[in-house]
């Protein structure tokens, strides 16, 4: 592969050291769940995350850490609130982070409820997402296609799928930079060099849930 494909990785890069990032990724995103508390505004929350994240790691995430607090969560990568929300007891909590674990970045995300209780569109999500690494490993669609036949599921499932800062990206060589959109992928993505993000969003509600892991 040439530096002009988009799943070009350098010759130094090792995938087991990118599989090991990642489950550091996914424990420690566990213990910054237990930074959250009652009370705190969203920003506060997050400036908590991060500071785990540092002192866990020894760096800044790569990508600015996304904590969004119930009406937040529908908001796409990046966005402000107009408004902070602040922690409740059931708060329905979306943590995106992207911690460097020993060169290679873990991008991970989860959405849930503070009290530990199932929310239904939280576990659409994850569920969705599950879904469709299983189609991706059964029929070896596009990325192109493998977005669409997501749009259709969550569809059926009573959602909208999101589309704006959800469409995936490559991760695999780090240091990195987005080289193109899973969604706008025109064969079939390679195990290990892309993230699928899966943004679903009520209907009907103020509420969104967010999951992405690496595609393997």
């Known amino acids: 592969m040439t530096h002009d494909d988009v799943e070009w990785t350098r010759d130094t890069f090792e995938p087991a050291r990118l599989l090991a990032a990642r489950s550091a990724s996914w424990a420690l995103l566990e213990a ?28 800044k995430p790569w990508h600015p850490t996304q904590l969004r607090v119930d009406h937040e969560t529908r908001l796409p990568f990046g966005a402000k609130p107009e408004r902070l929300a602040t922690v ?15 060169g290679y970045e873990g991008d991970v995300a989860i959405t849930r409820r503070l009290d530990g209780s199932v929310d239904p569109l939280a576990k659409a999500a994850h569920d969705l997402h599950a879904e469709l690494v299983l189609h991706w490993r059964l029929h070896r669609p596009s990325g192109h296609a493998l977005y669409t036949f997501a749009s259709e599921r969550a569809q059926k499932l009573g959602f909208e799928l999101a589309t704006r800062g959800a469409s995936g ?48």
């Open 32 to 59: 910054c769940f237990e930074r959250i508390s009652v009370g705190m505004r969203s920003d506060e929350a997050r400036a908590s995350v991060d500071e785990l994240i540092v002192a866990r790691t020894g760096r």
């Open 88 to 102: 409740g007891a059931e708060s329905l909590v979306l943590l995106d982070m992207g911690p460097i674990v020993d």
């Open 169 to 216: 990206h490559r991760l695999a060589d780090f240091p990195h930079q987005v080289r193109g959109q899973l969604r706008a992928l025109d064969r079939c993505p390679r195990s290990g060099a892309w993230v699928l993000e899966v943004h679903l969003l009520e209907r009907e509600g103020g509420l969104g849930a967010f999951y992405e892991d690496l595609l393997v």
